[in-house]
């Protein structure tokens, strides 16, 4: 698995571009959170998507709060850590948070 991380408000304005040719996940994560932590790893031990199937976005929202707060008014979705938002064609088609964050639920939101 591949994560790209994201940065800034512009990063997420290039991942809006980005979901009309592939769709997008966007994990917000807590480096402080042991929840946060275990929803990140389990993803990633359950990830087999290819890079032109699902391309994998990572927020430390400690670091980039402004950011986060960003991708909640961005997609209309109440902010919470962790959390996971796929972005498709410049929607959100599926949020999940903390131990809701499957792989199998993506499967089925894309």
Not at 36 to 63: C, G, H, P
Request: hydrophobic residues 35%; glycine residues 2%.
């Amino acid at each position: 698995m591949k994560w790209h991380t994201i940065n800034s408000v512009n990063d997420i304005e290039a991942i809006i571009d980005r979901s009309h040719v592939v769709p997008c996940l966007i994990l917000k994560h807590s480096t402080r959170c042991s929840i946060s932590s275990m929803a990140k790893s389990r993803v990633e031990m359950s990830w087999d998507f290819n890079d032109d199937q699902v391309e994998a976005y990572y927020l430390d929202l400690i670091a980039y709060r402004d950011v986060s707060n960003y991708i909640s008014n961005e997609f209309g979705v109440p902010h919470q850590s962790p959390q996971a938002l796929l972005i498709e064609n410049g929607k959100c088609t599926y949020d999940a948070s903390h131990l809701n964050i499957r792989v199998s639920d993506l499967k089925q939101a894309s």
